[in-house]
Protein backbone atom coordinates (compact mmCIF):
# COMPACT_ATOMS: atom_id res chain seq x y z
CA UNK A 1 0.00 0.00 0.00
CA UNK A 2 1.52 3.39 -0.99
CA UNK A 3 1.01 5.79 1.88
CA UNK A 4 2.96 8.74 -0.44
CA UNK A 5 4.25 11.17 1.53
CA UNK A 6 5.05 9.03 4.96
CA UNK A 7 7.20 6.59 2.60
CA UNK A 8 8.86 9.43 0.80
CA UNK A 9 9.60 10.84 4.19
CA UNK A 10 11.16 7.31 5.76
CA UNK A 11 13.10 6.37 2.58
CA UNK A 12 15.03 9.47 2.37
CA UNK A 13 13.85 10.27 -0.90
CA UNK A 14 14.17 13.64 -2.48
CA UNK A 15 12.23 16.67 -1.32
CA UNK A 16 10.45 16.79 -4.04
CA UNK A 17 7.05 14.93 -3.89
CA UNK A 18 5.60 15.72 -7.52
CA UNK A 19 6.77 15.28 -11.15
CA UNK A 20 8.88 18.00 -11.78
CA UNK A 21 6.01 20.54 -14.21
CA UNK A 22 4.62 20.57 -10.67
CA UNK A 23 7.10 22.37 -8.62
CA UNK A 24 4.39 24.99 -8.01
CA UNK A 25 2.12 22.77 -6.31
CA UNK A 26 4.81 20.71 -4.10
CA UNK A 27 3.84 23.28 -1.11
CA UNK A 28 0.50 21.68 -0.94
CA UNK A 29 1.91 17.94 -1.06
CA UNK A 30 2.83 17.19 2.19
CA UNK A 31 -1.00 18.70 3.38
CA UNK A 32 -3.11 17.19 0.30
CA UNK A 33 -1.28 14.15 -1.33
CA UNK A 34 -3.52 11.83 1.02
CA UNK A 35 -4.09 8.20 -0.69
CA UNK A 36 -7.68 7.92 0.71
CA UNK A 37 -11.19 9.58 0.29
CA UNK A 38 -11.45 9.56 4.30
CA UNK A 39 -8.19 11.00 4.79
CA UNK A 40 -9.05 13.85 1.97
CA UNK A 41 -12.64 14.23 3.95
CA UNK A 42 -10.65 14.82 7.49
CA UNK A 43 -8.09 16.86 6.24
CA UNK A 44 -10.86 19.18 4.15
CA UNK A 45 -12.55 19.41 7.86
CA UNK A 46 -9.62 20.34 9.73
CA UNK A 47 -8.75 23.03 7.18
CA UNK A 48 -9.71 26.62 7.44
CA UNK A 49 -11.46 28.44 4.13
CA UNK A 50 -8.44 30.17 3.85
CA UNK A 51 -5.59 27.08 3.57
CA UNK A 52 -8.03 25.44 1.23
CA UNK A 53 -8.79 28.31 -1.00
CA UNK A 54 -4.55 28.99 -1.44
CA UNK A 55 -5.04 24.96 -2.56
CA UNK A 56 -7.26 25.45 -4.92
CA UNK A 57 -6.75 28.74 -6.51
CA UNK A 58 -2.91 27.19 -7.20
CA UNK A 59 -4.04 23.30 -8.18
CA UNK A 60 -7.44 23.67 -9.75
CA UNK A 61 -6.14 25.87 -13.32
CA UNK A 62 -3.91 22.52 -13.60
CA UNK A 63 -6.24 19.62 -13.17
CA UNK A 64 -6.07 18.93 -17.16
CA UNK A 65 -2.29 19.13 -17.40
CA UNK A 66 -1.98 17.11 -13.84
CA UNK A 67 -4.50 14.51 -15.30
CA UNK A 68 -2.42 14.86 -18.59
CA UNK A 69 0.43 13.76 -17.05
CA UNK A 70 -0.72 10.79 -15.58
CA UNK A 71 -2.52 9.29 -18.34
CA UNK A 72 0.81 9.25 -19.96
CA UNK A 73 0.64 6.19 -17.37
CA UNK A 74 -1.60 2.81 -17.55
CA UNK A 75 -3.77 3.69 -14.40
CA UNK A 76 -2.89 0.81 -12.23
CA UNK A 77 1.18 1.45 -13.40
CA UNK A 78 1.44 4.63 -12.21
CA UNK A 79 5.33 6.37 -10.85
CA UNK A 80 5.15 7.28 -7.24
CA UNK A 81 5.07 10.96 -8.08
CA UNK A 82 2.50 10.72 -10.71
CA UNK A 83 0.39 8.87 -8.01
CA UNK A 84 0.40 11.31 -5.42
CA UNK A 85 -0.03 14.02 -8.69
CA UNK A 86 -3.63 12.40 -8.96
CA UNK A 87 -3.94 12.09 -5.30
CA UNK A 88 -3.65 15.70 -5.50
CA UNK A 89 -6.06 15.70 -8.24
CA UNK A 90 -8.68 14.09 -5.98
CA UNK A 91 -7.88 16.67 -3.10
CA UNK A 92 -8.75 19.38 -5.39
CA UNK A 93 -12.30 17.83 -5.92
CA UNK A 94 -12.89 17.50 -2.51
CA UNK A 95 -11.39 20.95 -1.55
CA UNK A 96 -13.56 22.62 -4.34
CA UNK A 97 -16.82 21.12 -3.17
CA UNK A 98 -16.08 23.55 -0.04
CA UNK A 99 -14.99 26.43 -2.64
CA UNK A 100 -17.23 26.18 -4.86
CA UNK A 101 -20.56 25.41 -2.78
CA UNK A 102 -20.59 25.50 0.65
CA UNK A 103 -18.13 28.52 1.11
CA UNK A 104 -17.36 26.59 4.15
CA UNK A 105 -15.78 23.10 5.15
CA UNK A 106 -18.80 21.36 6.27
CA UNK A 107 -22.13 20.51 4.59
CA UNK A 108 -24.75 22.83 4.79
CA UNK A 109 -27.26 21.31 6.82
CA UNK A 110 -25.21 17.70 7.24
CA UNK A 111 -25.31 18.31 10.90
CA UNK A 112 -23.41 16.03 12.56
CA UNK A 113 -23.99 12.90 10.09
CA UNK A 114 -21.33 10.77 8.84
CA UNK A 115 -21.04 8.72 5.68
CA UNK A 116 -18.23 6.46 5.37
CA UNK A 117 -16.28 5.60 1.73
CA UNK A 118 -15.34 2.05 3.04
CA UNK A 119 -14.14 0.29 -0.12
CA UNK A 120 -12.66 2.34 -2.76
CA UNK A 121 -10.36 2.00 -5.68
CA UNK A 122 -6.42 2.77 -5.60
CA UNK A 123 -5.01 5.41 -7.14
CA UNK B 1 -49.12 23.16 -15.72
CA UNK B 2 -47.77 19.75 -15.86
CA UNK B 3 -44.58 19.40 -18.02
CA UNK B 4 -45.11 15.71 -18.83
CA UNK B 5 -48.25 13.53 -19.97
CA UNK B 6 -50.20 11.48 -16.77
CA UNK B 7 -52.14 8.56 -16.71
CA UNK B 8 -55.71 9.01 -18.20
CA UNK B 9 -57.08 9.44 -14.10
CA UNK B 10 -55.43 12.45 -14.36
CA UNK B 11 -53.03 11.54 -11.59
CA UNK B 12 -49.78 8.91 -11.16
CA UNK B 13 -51.50 8.13 -7.38
CA UNK B 14 -55.13 7.55 -8.77
CA UNK B 15 -53.83 5.34 -11.60
CA UNK B 16 -53.04 3.12 -8.98
CA UNK B 17 -56.27 2.93 -7.32
CA UNK B 18 -55.28 0.29 -4.01
CA UNK B 19 -52.69 3.66 -2.75
CA UNK B 20 -55.87 6.21 -2.13
CA UNK B 21 -55.46 9.66 -2.06
CA UNK B 22 -55.67 10.01 1.76
CA UNK B 23 -53.58 11.21 4.90
CA UNK B 24 -50.60 9.27 6.37
CA UNK B 25 -49.71 8.66 9.78
CA UNK B 26 -45.98 8.02 10.64
CA UNK B 27 -46.38 5.80 13.32
CA UNK B 28 -44.76 3.17 11.35
CA UNK B 29 -41.40 4.95 11.67
CA UNK B 30 -41.92 5.43 15.51
CA UNK B 31 -43.40 2.47 17.16
CA UNK B 32 -41.12 -0.24 18.67
CA UNK B 33 -44.15 -2.53 18.17
CA UNK B 34 -44.25 -1.70 14.85
CA UNK B 35 -41.21 -1.95 14.22
CA UNK B 36 -40.94 -5.79 15.83
CA UNK B 37 -43.81 -7.09 13.77
CA UNK B 38 -42.27 -5.46 10.45
CA UNK B 39 -38.90 -7.68 11.30
CA UNK B 40 -41.15 -10.51 11.64
CA UNK B 41 -43.50 -9.77 8.58
CA UNK B 42 -41.21 -8.29 6.05
CA UNK B 43 -37.85 -8.30 6.70
CA UNK B 44 -37.46 -12.47 7.92
CA UNK B 45 -40.08 -12.73 4.78
CA UNK B 46 -38.63 -10.75 2.11
CA UNK B 47 -35.90 -11.86 -0.34
CA UNK B 48 -33.09 -9.33 0.62
CA UNK B 49 -30.01 -8.22 -0.94
CA UNK B 50 -26.67 -8.60 0.85
CA UNK B 51 -24.34 -8.33 -2.23
CA UNK B 52 -22.82 -8.83 -5.50
CA UNK B 53 -21.67 -11.91 -6.98
CA UNK B 54 -18.64 -9.74 -7.33
CA UNK B 55 -17.75 -9.80 -3.35
CA UNK B 56 -17.51 -13.83 -3.86
CA UNK B 57 -15.16 -14.45 -6.92
CA UNK B 58 -13.93 -17.77 -6.28
CA UNK B 59 -14.57 -21.40 -4.92
CA UNK B 60 -14.36 -20.79 -0.82
CA UNK B 61 -14.65 -16.86 -1.41
CA UNK B 62 -17.08 -15.33 1.78
CA UNK B 63 -18.91 -12.56 3.10
CA UNK B 64 -20.22 -12.08 6.86
CA UNK B 65 -23.80 -9.98 7.18
CA UNK B 66 -24.63 -8.94 10.46
CA UNK B 67 -28.62 -8.83 10.37
CA UNK B 68 -29.23 -6.75 13.39
CA UNK B 69 -32.78 -7.29 12.57
CA UNK B 70 -33.14 -10.98 12.54
CA UNK B 71 -30.32 -10.57 15.67
CA UNK B 72 -28.24 -12.91 13.27
CA UNK B 73 -25.17 -13.33 11.09
CA UNK B 74 -24.95 -14.61 8.10
CA UNK B 75 -22.15 -16.15 6.15
CA UNK B 76 -22.47 -15.85 2.27
CA UNK B 77 -19.73 -17.94 0.50
CA UNK B 78 -18.93 -19.77 -3.18
CA UNK B 79 -18.73 -23.24 -2.38
CA UNK B 80 -16.48 -25.60 -4.61
CA UNK B 81 -19.17 -25.88 -7.29
CA UNK B 82 -19.35 -22.37 -7.48
CA UNK B 83 -22.90 -22.34 -5.91
CA UNK B 84 -23.23 -19.09 -3.65
CA UNK B 85 -24.74 -20.26 -0.59
CA UNK B 86 -25.63 -18.62 2.92
CA UNK B 87 -25.63 -20.01 6.66
CA UNK B 88 -26.26 -19.08 9.20
CA UNK B 89 -22.99 -18.13 10.74
CA UNK B 90 -23.22 -20.31 14.09
CA UNK B 91 -21.06 -23.39 15.22
CA UNK B 92 -22.80 -26.30 15.70
CA UNK B 93 -21.59 -27.51 18.60
CA UNK B 94 -22.00 -24.85 21.31
CA UNK B 95 -23.48 -22.15 19.12
CA UNK B 96 -19.66 -19.93 18.78
CA UNK B 97 -19.97 -17.76 15.87
CA UNK B 98 -17.95 -19.17 13.61
CA UNK B 99 -16.35 -16.49 10.92
CA UNK B 100 -15.45 -12.59 12.30
CA UNK B 101 -11.82 -11.22 12.66
CA UNK B 102 -11.35 -8.36 14.63
CA UNK B 103 -14.24 -8.96 16.74
CA UNK B 104 -17.65 -10.71 16.99
CA UNK B 105 -19.99 -7.88 16.03
CA UNK B 106 -17.59 -6.79 12.72
CA UNK B 107 -18.41 -7.76 9.31
CA UNK B 108 -15.55 -9.55 7.73
CA UNK B 109 -14.71 -10.94 4.54
CA UNK B 110 -11.95 -13.51 3.24
CA UNK B 111 -11.19 -16.86 1.32
CA UNK B 112 -10.91 -20.37 3.05
CA UNK B 113 -11.24 -23.98 2.41
CA UNK B 114 -13.18 -24.68 5.67
CA UNK B 115 -14.70 -23.06 7.75
CA UNK B 116 -13.05 -23.53 11.26
CA UNK B 117 -14.73 -23.14 14.78
CA UNK B 118 -11.92 -20.85 17.10
CA UNK B 119 -13.82 -22.53 20.33
CA UNK B 120 -12.87 -26.07 19.60
CA UNK B 121 -12.12 -26.63 16.27
CA UNK B 122 -15.14 -27.87 14.55
CA UNK B 123 -14.62 -27.87 10.47
CA UNK B 124 -17.53 -27.23 7.72
CA UNK B 125 -17.05 -27.65 3.95
CA UNK B 126 -18.08 -24.18 2.42
CA UNK B 127 -21.64 -26.74 1.64
CA UNK B 128 -22.21 -26.48 5.36
CA UNK B 129 -21.33 -29.89 5.94
CA UNK B 130 -19.77 -30.68 9.22
CA UNK B 131 -16.40 -32.76 8.53
CA UNK B 132 -14.34 -32.36 11.08
CA UNK B 133 -15.14 -32.56 15.10
CA UNK B 134 -12.26 -32.85 17.91
CA UNK B 135 -12.09 -35.98 19.48
CA UNK B 136 -15.42 -37.17 18.17
CA UNK B 137 -15.53 -40.64 19.80
CA UNK B 138 -16.00 -38.91 23.00
CA UNK B 139 -19.52 -37.39 22.07
CA UNK B 140 -22.33 -40.00 22.30
CA UNK B 141 -24.80 -41.27 19.80
CA UNK B 142 -23.50 -38.73 17.69
CA UNK B 143 -23.37 -38.43 13.75
CA UNK B 144 -21.85 -34.92 12.82
CA UNK B 145 -23.42 -35.18 9.38
CA UNK B 146 -26.66 -34.24 11.43
CA UNK B 147 -24.64 -30.65 12.76
CA UNK B 148 -23.82 -29.17 9.44
CA UNK B 149 -24.44 -25.26 9.60
CA UNK B 150 -27.56 -24.43 9.18
CA UNK B 151 -28.62 -23.02 5.78
CA UNK B 152 -30.65 -19.57 4.96
CA UNK B 153 -32.68 -19.61 1.41
CA UNK B 154 -29.59 -17.87 -1.39
CA UNK B 155 -30.29 -16.59 -4.70
CA UNK B 156 -28.97 -14.85 -7.45
CA UNK B 157 -30.35 -12.75 -9.35
CA UNK B 158 -28.25 -10.57 -12.01
CA UNK B 159 -25.43 -11.01 -9.69
CA UNK B 160 -27.08 -9.76 -7.10
CA UNK B 161 -27.21 -12.18 -4.16
CA UNK B 162 -30.37 -11.94 -2.18
CA UNK B 163 -31.25 -14.21 0.87
CA UNK B 164 -34.75 -15.15 2.66
CA UNK B 165 -34.73 -15.63 6.46
CA UNK B 166 -38.81 -17.65 6.31
CA UNK B 167 -38.31 -21.40 6.72
CA UNK B 168 -39.92 -21.79 3.12
CA UNK B 169 -40.29 -18.72 0.94
CA UNK B 170 -43.76 -18.38 -0.34
CA UNK B 171 -41.98 -17.06 -4.07
CA UNK B 172 -38.81 -17.72 -5.78
CA UNK B 173 -36.78 -14.80 -5.59
CA UNK B 174 -37.41 -14.08 -9.27
CA UNK B 175 -41.41 -14.34 -8.80
CA UNK B 176 -41.01 -12.19 -5.74
CA UNK B 177 -38.91 -9.81 -8.00
CA UNK B 178 -41.73 -9.58 -10.70
CA UNK B 179 -41.69 -8.85 -14.31
CA UNK B 180 -40.60 -4.81 -13.68
CA UNK B 181 -37.56 -5.62 -11.87
CA UNK B 182 -36.53 -8.74 -14.02
CA UNK B 183 -36.70 -6.78 -16.85
CA UNK B 184 -33.12 -6.13 -15.97
CA UNK B 185 -32.46 -9.08 -17.16
CA UNK B 186 -29.22 -8.65 -19.34
CA UNK B 187 -28.09 -5.36 -17.45
CA UNK B 188 -24.63 -5.61 -17.93
CA UNK B 189 -23.98 -4.69 -13.96
CA UNK B 190 -21.34 -7.06 -14.33
CA UNK B 191 -19.56 -4.87 -16.36
CA UNK B 192 -19.59 -2.35 -13.68
CA UNK B 193 -17.00 -3.21 -10.91
CA UNK B 194 -14.95 -0.38 -9.97
CA UNK B 195 -16.53 0.50 -6.47
CA UNK B 196 -17.05 3.16 -4.45
CA UNK B 197 -18.92 1.40 -0.96
CA UNK B 198 -20.18 3.88 1.97
CA UNK B 199 -21.79 3.06 4.94
CA UNK B 200 -23.38 5.00 7.93
CA UNK B 201 -25.46 4.54 10.75
CA UNK B 202 -28.51 7.37 10.45
CA UNK B 203 -30.78 8.04 13.78
CA UNK B 204 -34.09 8.04 11.78
CA UNK B 205 -36.26 4.78 10.93
CA UNK B 206 -35.12 2.89 7.41
CA UNK B 207 -38.20 4.11 5.33
CA UNK B 208 -37.41 7.53 6.18
CA UNK B 209 -34.56 7.31 4.53
CA UNK B 210 -35.88 5.42 1.78
CA UNK B 211 -38.50 7.64 1.11
CA UNK B 212 -35.84 10.77 1.10
CA UNK B 213 -34.02 8.60 -2.48
CA UNK B 214 -38.16 7.58 -3.88
CA UNK B 215 -38.80 11.40 -4.24
CA UNK B 216 -37.48 14.36 -6.01
CA UNK B 217 -39.91 16.96 -4.79
CA UNK B 218 -37.48 17.85 -1.86
CA UNK B 219 -34.54 18.11 -4.55
CA UNK B 220 -34.74 21.76 -5.36
CA UNK B 221 -35.36 22.91 -1.80
CA UNK B 222 -33.11 20.58 0.63
CA UNK B 223 -30.08 20.22 -2.14
CA UNK B 224 -30.89 24.02 -3.52
CA UNK B 225 -27.11 23.72 -4.02
CA UNK B 226 -26.99 21.25 -6.48
CA UNK B 227 -27.94 23.83 -8.87
CA UNK B 228 -25.62 26.54 -9.10
CA UNK B 229 -26.30 29.54 -7.93
CA UNK B 230 -27.11 31.36 -11.68
CA UNK B 231 -30.01 28.40 -12.28
CA UNK B 232 -30.53 28.09 -8.46
CA UNK B 233 -34.35 30.32 -8.85
CA UNK B 234 -35.07 29.35 -11.61
CA UNK B 235 -35.02 25.44 -10.28
CA UNK B 236 -36.77 26.14 -7.51
CA UNK B 237 -39.47 28.05 -9.01
CA UNK B 238 -39.80 25.28 -11.55
CA UNK B 239 -40.16 22.21 -8.96
CA UNK B 240 -39.90 19.15 -9.69
CA UNK B 241 -42.12 16.44 -11.77
CA UNK B 242 -41.42 13.26 -12.67
CA UNK B 243 -42.31 12.00 -16.31
CA UNK B 244 -42.83 8.28 -15.29
CA UNK B 245 -44.08 6.11 -12.18
CA UNK B 246 -44.83 2.55 -12.34
CA UNK B 247 -45.86 0.32 -9.29
CA UNK B 248 -45.64 -3.41 -9.93
CA UNK B 249 -46.40 -5.49 -6.53
CA UNK B 250 -44.72 -4.38 -3.69
CA UNK B 251 -41.63 -3.10 -5.88
CA UNK B 252 -41.78 0.67 -7.68
CA UNK B 253 -39.89 2.85 -9.69
CA UNK B 254 -39.57 6.31 -11.22
CA UNK B 255 -37.83 7.66 -13.95
CA UNK B 256 -36.66 11.28 -14.93
CA UNK B 257 -35.23 12.70 -18.42
CA UNK B 258 -33.61 15.05 -19.32
CA UNK B 259 -30.46 16.45 -21.51
CA UNK B 260 -27.19 14.58 -21.08
CA UNK B 261 -24.94 17.33 -18.80
CA UNK B 262 -22.47 17.02 -20.90
CA UNK B 263 -24.79 19.30 -23.42
CA UNK B 264 -25.85 21.63 -20.37
CA UNK B 265 -24.35 25.57 -20.59
CA UNK B 266 -21.30 26.44 -18.76
CA UNK B 267 -22.84 28.42 -16.20
CA UNK B 268 -25.44 25.44 -15.37
CA UNK B 269 -22.08 23.52 -14.22
CA UNK B 270 -19.84 23.92 -11.13
CA UNK B 271 -16.51 24.86 -12.23
CA UNK B 272 -15.12 21.45 -10.80
CA UNK B 273 -17.82 19.41 -13.63
CA UNK B 274 -16.58 20.78 -15.95
CA UNK B 275 -12.46 20.90 -15.41
CA UNK B 276 -13.50 16.62 -14.94
CA UNK B 277 -16.42 16.47 -16.79
CA UNK B 278 -18.23 14.91 -14.03
CA UNK B 279 -20.13 15.74 -11.22
CA UNK B 280 -23.43 14.65 -9.24
CA UNK B 281 -24.99 13.08 -12.37
CA UNK B 282 -21.93 10.76 -12.99
CA UNK B 283 -18.63 11.05 -15.63
CA UNK B 284 -20.09 13.05 -18.97
CA UNK B 285 -17.93 10.48 -21.34
CA UNK B 286 -19.95 7.32 -21.39
CA UNK B 287 -19.07 3.30 -21.55
CA UNK B 288 -20.23 1.80 -24.53
CA UNK B 289 -22.56 -0.60 -23.46
CA UNK B 290 -24.52 -1.05 -27.00
CA UNK B 291 -28.21 -0.23 -27.59
CA UNK B 292 -29.44 -3.34 -26.05
CA UNK B 293 -30.45 -2.09 -22.57
CA UNK B 294 -33.44 -3.93 -21.47
CA UNK B 295 -36.47 -2.87 -18.41
CA UNK B 296 -34.08 0.70 -18.07
CA UNK B 297 -36.97 2.74 -19.58
CA UNK B 298 -40.19 0.63 -18.77
CA UNK B 299 -42.01 4.09 -19.08
CA UNK B 300 -40.44 4.77 -22.71
CA UNK B 301 -40.28 8.23 -21.88
CA UNK B 302 -37.90 10.44 -24.46
CA UNK B 303 -34.61 11.31 -23.12
CA UNK B 304 -34.84 8.83 -19.81
CA UNK B 305 -31.74 9.99 -17.18
CA UNK B 306 -32.68 7.70 -14.47
CA UNK B 307 -34.58 4.91 -13.75
CA UNK B 308 -34.58 4.40 -9.91
CA UNK B 309 -36.01 0.91 -8.96
CA UNK B 310 -37.34 0.85 -5.43
CA UNK B 311 -37.50 -2.84 -4.84
CA UNK B 312 -39.19 -4.36 -1.58
CA UNK B 313 -38.19 -3.74 0.91
CA UNK B 314 -34.84 -2.16 1.41
CA UNK B 315 -33.15 -2.13 -1.82
CA UNK B 316 -32.91 0.44 -4.72
CA UNK B 317 -31.00 0.34 -7.75
CA UNK B 318 -30.82 3.24 -9.68
CA UNK B 319 -29.73 3.21 -13.24
CA UNK B 320 -28.46 6.18 -15.23
CA UNK B 321 -28.54 6.42 -18.71
CA UNK B 322 -24.71 7.60 -18.95
CA UNK B 323 -24.06 3.85 -18.15
CA UNK B 324 -23.47 3.58 -14.52
CA UNK B 325 -25.49 2.62 -11.51
CA UNK B 326 -26.02 3.27 -7.62
CA UNK B 327 -27.36 0.66 -5.51
CA UNK B 328 -28.82 1.28 -1.95
CA UNK B 329 -30.17 -0.67 1.26
CA UNK B 330 -31.28 0.19 4.31
CA UNK B 331 -31.04 -1.94 7.03
CA UNK B 332 -33.28 -1.01 10.41
CA UNK B 333 -30.89 -1.48 13.46
CA UNK B 334 -33.48 -0.26 16.17
CA UNK B 335 -37.34 1.50 15.56
CA UNK B 336 -35.46 4.63 14.85
CA UNK B 337 -31.97 3.98 14.08
CA UNK B 338 -30.65 2.03 10.54
CA UNK B 339 -27.53 1.43 9.06
CA UNK B 340 -27.25 2.64 5.12
CA UNK B 341 -24.84 1.20 2.59
CA UNK B 342 -24.64 3.35 -0.95
CA UNK B 343 -22.35 1.78 -3.73
CA UNK B 344 -21.42 3.58 -6.95
CA UNK B 345 -20.51 1.34 -9.83
CA UNK B 346 -18.58 2.06 -13.01
CA UNK B 347 -17.21 0.45 -15.71
CA UNK B 348 -13.65 0.89 -14.65
CA UNK B 349 -12.07 3.36 -15.28
CA UNK B 350 -8.75 2.82 -17.86
CA UNK B 351 -6.83 6.17 -17.25
CA UNK B 352 -6.58 8.96 -14.80
CA UNK B 353 -8.81 11.37 -16.22
CA UNK B 354 -11.55 8.67 -16.06
CA UNK B 355 -10.73 7.56 -11.98
CA UNK B 356 -10.49 11.41 -11.47
CA UNK B 357 -14.34 11.59 -13.04
CA UNK B 358 -15.17 8.72 -10.96
CA UNK B 359 -13.73 10.94 -7.85
CA UNK B 360 -15.80 13.46 -8.91
CA UNK B 361 -19.50 11.66 -8.95
CA UNK B 362 -18.29 9.96 -6.08
CA UNK B 363 -17.75 13.33 -3.89
CA UNK B 364 -20.06 15.15 -4.70
CA UNK B 365 -23.15 12.12 -4.06
CA UNK B 366 -21.54 11.98 -0.61
CA UNK B 367 -21.56 15.88 -0.50
CA UNK B 368 -25.93 15.49 -1.30
CA UNK B 369 -26.53 12.56 0.90
CA UNK B 370 -24.74 14.18 3.81
CA UNK B 371 -27.77 16.85 3.52
CA UNK B 372 -30.13 13.88 3.24
CA UNK B 373 -28.82 12.04 6.78
CA UNK B 374 -28.62 15.70 8.42
CA UNK B 375 -32.15 16.10 7.79
CA UNK B 376 -33.92 12.74 8.46
CA UNK B 377 -31.99 12.99 11.88
CA UNK B 378 -34.30 15.72 12.26
CA UNK B 379 -37.26 14.62 10.73
CA UNK B 380 -37.24 11.25 12.78
CA UNK B 381 -36.78 13.39 16.23
CA UNK B 382 -39.84 15.28 15.25
CA UNK B 383 -41.88 12.24 14.33
CA UNK B 384 -41.30 11.18 18.37
CA UNK B 385 -42.51 13.98 19.24
CA UNK B 386 -46.32 14.10 20.26
CA UNK B 387 -47.15 16.73 17.45
CA UNK B 388 -46.56 14.07 15.04
CA UNK B 389 -49.89 11.58 16.92
CA UNK B 390 -51.50 12.82 13.48
CA UNK B 391 -51.69 12.31 9.88
CA UNK B 392 -49.90 13.81 6.78
CA UNK B 393 -50.49 14.26 3.15
CA UNK B 394 -48.77 13.24 0.24
CA UNK B 395 -48.56 15.05 -2.86
CA UNK B 396 -48.20 13.13 -6.11
CA UNK B 397 -45.06 13.49 -6.80
CA UNK B 398 -44.81 11.33 -3.64
CA UNK B 399 -46.65 8.80 -4.96
CA UNK B 400 -43.88 6.02 -3.94
CA UNK B 401 -43.35 7.20 -0.85
CA UNK B 402 -46.83 6.38 -0.49
CA UNK B 403 -46.76 3.32 -2.11
CA UNK B 404 -43.62 1.88 0.53
CA UNK B 405 -45.37 2.77 3.67
CA UNK B 406 -48.82 1.29 2.36
CA UNK B 407 -47.04 -2.08 1.31
CA UNK B 408 -44.94 -2.51 4.56
CA UNK B 409 -48.34 -1.83 5.88
CA UNK B 410 -50.16 -4.56 4.00
CA UNK B 411 -47.31 -7.32 4.61
CA UNK B 412 -47.52 -6.30 8.60
CA UNK B 413 -51.32 -6.97 8.81
CA UNK B 414 -51.04 -9.94 6.91
CA UNK B 415 -48.65 -11.05 9.58
CA UNK B 416 -50.94 -9.98 12.25
CA UNK B 417 -53.81 -11.30 10.99
CA UNK B 418 -52.16 -14.80 10.99
CA UNK B 419 -51.07 -14.41 14.70
CA UNK B 420 -53.97 -14.08 16.04
CA UNK B 421 -55.63 -16.48 13.77
CA UNK B 422 -53.15 -18.53 15.04
CA UNK B 423 -53.65 -18.06 18.56
CA UNK B 424 -57.34 -18.18 18.41
CA UNK B 425 -56.69 -21.85 16.51
CA UNK B 426 -54.42 -22.47 19.66
S1 LIG C 1 -18.53 -24.04 19.76
FE1 LIG C 1 -17.63 -24.41 17.85
S2 LIG C 1 -16.34 -26.07 18.20
FE2 LIG C 1 -17.26 -25.71 20.11
FE1 LIG D 1 -32.04 14.01 -1.05
Known sequence: ?123 | MDQYPRPAEGTWTEHYPDLGTGLISYEDCVSPEFAADESEAVFKRAWLNVGRVEDVPRAGSYVTRELTFAKTSLIVVRDAQGQVRAFHNMCRHRGNKIVWTNAPSEETSGSCRTFTCKYHGWRYGLDGTCNFVQQESEFFDFDKSAFGLIPVHCDVWAGFIFVNLAESPPQSLRDFLGTMVTALDGYPFDRMTERYDFSADIACNWKLFADAFQEYYHVPILHSQEATPATRAKTQSMGFEAPHYQLDGPHRMVSTSGAPRRSWPEDFQYPIEVATRSGLFGPWDEPDLGDDLPGVNPGGIPKWAIANFQVFPNLEILIWETGWYMLYRYWPTSPTTHRYEGTLFFVPSTNASERAARECAAVMFKEFALQDAGTLEGTQKALESPAAQTVFPLSDQEILVRHLHKSVGDWVDAYRRERSEAVRHA
Open chain 1, 1 to 123: MHTGVNEAKQSGMPESLLPSPFADLERFAQTWCLATEPERFAQRMASTMSEMQAFYAASFPRIGEMLAFCDAHQLGDLPDDACRLLQLVHSTIMVSMCVEIWHQPAVIDAAGARLDRVREPFP
